[in-house]
């Protein structure tokens, strides 16, 4: 069962003049105590559970999420769980084990490239890497996936480009295919997928739920995997915009070494960005368009506010209608009703 968190109150329902800060949280102790009410009540009385299970990473979004569910649960009924891979940055479980310390919830560590190695993950990767750069060898190189001709304001679609870097730092790019992109993306969400089997395996065992990370963006944009990180029992900031979301960390008292991570993919070899793979914006500019966007609000009131012009802000509308359109799958239920008596 998904759980979308509305907060009252917070993200206003009545239009007033668009402005930079109108997404901003006011009362923010308020919006904590009734996200922290919901998610107590959803979890020990609506679903039957007894505590909480999150993935942490190191990651803005994870550490909230293990925040509320320690004040909700108390620390002692929260697992936090590490699931590195040989692509990970060990940051990620440097900080994600700094947090769960912050908060006094248990958190253990579970490696999951074997698992990624039974899948063929990287293998199936590398193949379509090798297509594209034969030279490609992963002991010897680094690859990610950039877009490097956005498109944003012109209303064209992203332009995907495979990187490949030595050890040396010397980078080559070529323009990716869609069937090696494909490939790529397919082979690297086993990696997600199996994290979220590994938080499923100990939810069960302690008859806890296993709890969301997604933010608001995230969910509307389809910047996550069905049934990967998009599998979960409750999702208590899937209403929250990213810039909610760090309001949030520092009333709660999440680390500042995680609050000043830039937000990563860390799904790659080589160190990737959020907004460098999928956003294209930086989240503080994109909270804001996207916020307009959804409350219907004026193109040319938005373009004066944000110092751009109407016409490359119609674009850029045109251009979330298209991505939320064609990521509508990754949100829906699976369909069953062919046949009923």
Not at 88 to 111: H, Y
Not at 132 to 151: N, S, W
Not at 237 to 246: A, C, F, M, S
Request: charged share 25%; with cysteine.
């Amino acid at each position: 069962m998904h759980v979308y968190y509305e907060i009252k109150n917070i993200i206003m329902n009545q239009k007033k003049p668009f402005s930079k800060d109108i997404i901003l949280l006011g009362n923010i102790e308020y919006v904590v105590n009734e996200i922290v009410e919901k998610l107590r009540d959803d979890v020990l009385r609506k679903i039957r559970r007894t505590g909480g299970v999150v993935g942490i990473s190191g990651g803005i979004d994870s550490s909230v999420c293990l925040a509320l569910s320690a004040r909700a649960f108390g620390p002692d009924k929260v697992l936090g769980i590490m699931l590195p891979e040989k692509d990970s940055s060990p940051d990620s479980e440097m900080l994600a084990s700094e947090l769960a310390a912050k908060f006094g919830v248990k958190a253990i560590t579970e490696n999951i490239t074997g698992a990624l190695n039974g899948f063929r993950c990287y293998e199936r990767r590398d193949e379509a890497v090798k297509r594209i750069f034969p030279e490609y060898d992963p002991r010897t190189y680094k690859m990610k996936i950039a877009v490097k001709d956005t498109g944003l304001f012109s209303n064209l679609p992203p332009v995907f480009y495979l990187i490949i870097i030595d050890k040396e730092g010397n980078e080559q790019e070529k323009i990716l295919p869609v069937k090696e992109y494909l490939q790529i993306v397919a082979s690297s969400n086993f990696k997600q997928r199996t994290r979220m089997s590994m938080l499923y395996h100990h939810a069960e065992c302690l008859h806890y739920a296993v709890i969301g990370t997604p933010n608001r963006h995230e969910q509307e944009q389809g910047f996550f995997v069905k049934y990967g990180d998009g599998g979960a029992d409750v999702m208590p900031i899937g209403n929250l915009y990213k810039t909610q979301v760090y309001q949030l960390a520092e009333y709660l008292g999440v680390p500042g070494g995680i609050i000043e991570r830039t937000p990563t993919t860390d799904t790659y070899s080589a160190e990737q960005t959020q907004e460098e793979f999928f956003y294209q914006l930086p989240f503080a500019q994109m909270d804001r368009y996207w916020y307009a966007f959804e409350k219907g609000y004026p193109v040319t009131e938005v373009a004066e506010v944000m110092g751009e012009t109407p016409e490359r802000v119609e674009a850029l509308f045109r251009g979330f209608e298209r991505r939320r359109r064609t990521t509508e799958y990754l949100r829906m239920a699976p369909v069953r009703d062919y046949y009923g008596i």
